[in-house]
């Protein structure tokens, strides 16, 4: 009899249950931390008017004003602090967008105003949550007054539910190369390095291995190796399958890592995201990390939570929605650990797609390599000085960026979440680094670009008529510009500065004197050009894109240059060389040098290819070569010109670069450039190959180091002999003696009126 009596009671409970929740008359008062009295608000009598106060209230997340119409029962039981954190929270799980609601019934019982309303919750990541068929209660009070609950939030709220929100990610989409090959694959073998000093036949002998495996700066390892013990195993790298096979062996033999079974293991594999190379292209790809605390708000919006995984720069951020696609996301009210009350909204995920970009992944290697290994063996000579620089490759009849990389880079995996890096030493290391690697160097930064501007004045001087195709200028040490206003008396060769000085070049033509650098010849048609028209050279400058931003997008920031007319002649002929108030970036002179090769057409620069599979409906080309502007200029000035650069790699004593394209198997035209800065000079160097039908321009720089032909130039050397496959030039054997600066033409002036 008592069992049935009991079950009895448990029945109509169960069916009281709603009531007893709204009535709120049967839990404890909650204990919170002291807050500010709340202010009653004065209520209307009419129970839609309340209702329609307190919606508005919430649209707005005036949770104050909200408290302050609940009833004088609800307040005892539910503070304002607890109320307001009630909101706050199912707001931050819902991505609260605001809410609309519709009355659809007004009843009395007794003193006691029953409202049915439906409530609709707009959300960025849920869409529209309908909550129907709500009731709310209200009280006379001196007006209606709302007795609340949790369940004037989301119905089947209470007490002991929260909101929960679940994500089925889909595997994030890959990044391919223009063949097809991946530059960053989801769920790939990664390796990660581990070492023990005692255990290496020689350290100096690993860490030149592993700067080549790694492409980290050999100073930068030292500092790594010497946080640690000799007999301490210590973490140095993670590092792709690909680039671990190509260096296998020699980890083993020079620094004793190799991947065996047990304790003494040195290289770990597991599966993540991986970047082809150790990250041959991390300024243009980008990389993946979690959401940034600073950031959470602003991704919350797109329907993200924190530690969710996003791109967080270059390709990866840019295609973020592309890459990522959109996860299945439910809403869900739980109650317990798991025990769901309610599903009140699912969002519908939307699969990954990816995105093939123009890189040529073989030229993108030996690029990124070439520029780790030449500062690296530089190291005790400007290797150990430099700030940093970046190579491009543009296809010269389409504008397609075939390789881009931007020194010093970093390992993308830093930021990953299942990294074995020590991430804050990592990070640590290079937030101090003073050459910015964050940076990317070949669109964000310009640079003075000292002699590689020349083709610039060259092109201006000979298309006005300033210099015929075969008048010849006596190229001496000196210049004077007197006659023309110059404020400086007297003006220097480069071959001055030179120790000892170089013999000067002589009797030459414009594109002779292109070929040999010849200072004086465009300090005179710098000169020449500011008498008859004082922008004549910032107009040819403007033509070929100079002095405002390429366009190029999803690449992050990218700086303009300056090429202001000049305001007086000395600044003309300043600018006549790539000095002065010239400023240029790395992407820019590609352009232009594409511009050359190909017979005066600015192509478009873009790195993104398709997103998609080819003949599958997700698929839409993302760009295609698109023509800036058609160059009006005349065959012989392109010849003059493109003369001029392809002598800087051939002939003997003139050329510039002979010296470093003498014995090359391949063609290849180019100019040279050194700009003086306040420290040691900027070094430039621009080419297109070959030198028949022209198919690739090439552009770097490399900031604070000596001059072009003998820093880029052997760069660009090197990348020709991987990509193309031919035997390796050497890099220069001084590289490895000790710096000797450059002279200024200040210096080289002082030391001459000394010795007279």
């Known amino acids: 009899m008592k069992a049935k009596s009991l079950l009895l009671m448990l029945f109509f409970?169960?069916?009281?249950?709603?009531?007893?929740?709204?009535a709120l008359l049967q839990e404890p008062r909650v204990p919170v931390a002291a807050t500010s009295a709340p202010v009653v608000q004065t209520t209307s009598s009419d129970p839609a008017e309340v209702l329609r106060e307190f919606v508005s209230a919430w649209n707005s997340q005036d949770f104050e004003k909200m408290?302050?119409?609940?009833?004088?029962?609800?307040?005892?039981?539910?503070?304002?602090?607890?109320?307001?954190?009630?909101?706050?929270?199912?707001?931050?799980?819902?991505?609260?967008?605001?809410?609309?609601?519709?009355?659809?019934?007004?009843?009395?019982?007794?003193?006691?105003?029953?409202?049915?309303?439906?409530?609709t919750i707009e959300s960025p990541t849920f869409g529209s949550i309908f909550d129907r068929n709500r009731i709310m209660r209200m009280v006379d009070e001196g007006g209606r007054k709302i007795a609340w609950s949790p369940m004037d939030i989301i119905s089947g709220m209470s007490s002991r539910a929260r909101l929960d929100e679940r994500t089925d990610f889909p595997q994030r989409a890959n990044i391919y190369a223009e063949d097809g090959r991946p530059l960053a694959q989801q769920d790939a073998p990664v390796y990660s390095l581990y070492a023990i000093k005692q255990d290496m036949p020689n350290v100096d002998d690993c860490l030149n291995t592993l700067a080549l495996a790694t492409r980290q700066q050999l100073s930068t390892l030292r500092r790594i190796f010497l946080d640690y013990l000799g007999e301490t195993l210590f973490h140095i790298a993670e590092i792709?399958?690909?680039?671990?096979?190509?260096?296998?062996?020699?980890?083993?033999?020079?620094?004793?890592?190799?991947?065996?079974d047990g304790p003494l293991n040195k290289v770990r594999s597991y599966r993540s995201r991986s970047y082809y190379g150790h990250g041959i292209a991390t300024h243009v790809i980008g990389f993946i990390g979690a959401v940034p605390a600073d950031e959470l708000e602003r991704w919350e919006a797109r329907g993200y939570s924190a530690g969710d995984l996003i791109g967080r720069a270059g390709i990866e951020l840019a295609y973020e929605d592309t890459l990522a696609g959109k996860p299945e996301r439910y809403l869900l009210i739980v109650e317990g650990g798991s025990t769901v009350i309610r599903e009140l909204a699912g969002a519908v995920g939307q699969a990954p797609r990816p995105v093939t970009l123009t890189i040529n992944r073989d030229l993108q290697a030996a690029m990124a390599?070439?520029?780790?290994?030449?500062?690296?063996?530089?190291?005790?000579?400007?290797?150990?000085?430099?700030?940093?620089?970046?190579?491009?490759?543009?296809?010269?009849?389409?504008?397609?960026?075939?390789?881009?990389?931007?020194?010093?880079?970093?390992?993308?995996?830093?930021?990953?979440?299942?990294?074995?890096?020590?991430?804050?030493?990592?990070?640590?290391?290079?937030?101090?680094?003073?050459?910015?690697?964050?940076?990317?160097?070949?669109?964000?930064?310009?640079?003075?670009?000292?002699?590689?501007?020349?083709?610039?004045?060259?092109?201006?001087?000979?298309?006005?008529?300033?210099?015929?195709?075969?008048?010849?200028?006596?190229?001496?040490?000196?210049?004077?510009?007197?006659?023309?206003?110059?404020?400086?008396p007297t003006r220097t060769d480069w071959r001055l500065l030179e120790t000892p000085p170089k013999d000067p070049a002589g009797s030459v033509t414009m594109a002779e004197a292109?070929?040999?650098?010849?200072?004086?010849f465009f300090y005179e048609i710098g000169a020449r050009m500011y008498q008859a028209r004082s922008d004549m050279q910032t107009d040819y400058a403007d033509l070929l894109g100079f002095g405002k931003q390429t366009g190029i997008r999803r690449l992050g920031i990218e700086a303009s240059g300056d090429v202001a007319p000049p305001g007086e002649i000395a600044a003309a002929i300043n600018n006549a060389i790539g000095q002065g108030n010239v400023t240029v970036t790395v992407i820019q002179m590609a352009q232009m040098t594409a511009a050359i090769a190909n017979g005066g057409t600015i192509w478009q620069p873009y790195v993104v290819q398709h997103i998609g599979t080819e003949g599958e409906p997700d698929y839409s080309v993302e760009n295609k070569p698109a023509v800036v502007a058609e160059?009006?200029?005349?065959?012989?000035?392109l010849d003059i010109v493109r003369e001029g650069m392809c002598k800087v790699t051939t002939v003997e004593d003139l050329g510039t670069a002979w010296f470093v394209f003498d014995d090359a198997p391949y063609t290849i035209c180019g100019k040279t450039g050194t700009a003086e800065t306040a420290g040691n000079p900027h070094a430039w160097f621009v080419a297109y190959y070959p030198r028949e039908n022209p198919q690739i321009a090439f552009a770097g720089v490399m900031a604070h180091s000596r001059e072009g032909s003998e820093v880029v130039a052997p760069m660009i050397r090197r990348i020709l002999d991987d990509y193309l496959g031919e035997e390796r030039?050497?890099?220069?054997?001084?590289?490895?003696?000790?710096?000797?600066?450059?002279k200024t033409r200040q210096q080289a002036l002082a030391e001459l009126a000394e010795e007279n």
């Open 631 to 637: 160059l009006d200029l005349d065959a012989e000035t």
């Open 514 to 520: 292109l070929a040999a650098s010849c200072n004086p």
């Open 369 to 488: 390599q070439a520029i780790s290994d030449a500062v690296n063996y530089a190291s005790p000579n400007w290797g150990g000085i430099t700030t940093g620089g970046a190579l491009v490759a543009l296809d010269v009849n389409s504008g397609e960026i075939l390789a881009l990389a931007s020194y010093p880079s970093f390992d993308p995996r830093i930021f990953s979440r299942d990294t074995e890096y020590n991430v804050l030493g990592a990070i640590t290391r290079l937030n101090a680094d003073l050459r910015n690697p964050f940076i990317n160097k070949a669109l964000a930064e310009q640079y003075t670009p000292g002699s590689v501007y020349k083709i610039v004045t060259a092109l201006a001087a000979a298309s006005e008529g300033i210099w015929s195709r075969d008048d010849r200028f006596d190229c001496g040490y000196y210049w004077y510009g007197s006659a023309y206003g110059d404020s400086e």
């Open 13 to 22: 409970c169960s069916l009281v249950l709603s009531a007893c929740e709204s």
């Open 67 to 119: 408290y302050g119409l609940l009833a004088e029962r609800s307040r005892e039981l539910y503070p304002q602090r607890s109320f307001i954190d009630k909101y706050t929270l199912a707001h931050s799980a819902i991505r609260f967008g605001g809410v609309e609601f519709s009355l659809n019934a007004l009843e009395y019982q007794g003193r006691t105003a029953i409202l049915k309303y439906d409530v």
């Open 729 to 742: 030039k050497a890099f220069p054997e001084w590289w490895q003696t000790p710096y000797i600066p450059v």
């Open 240 to 260: 792709d399958s690909d680039q671990y096979e190509t260096h296998r062996q020699a980890l083993a033999a020079d620094c004793n890592i190799r991947l065996i």
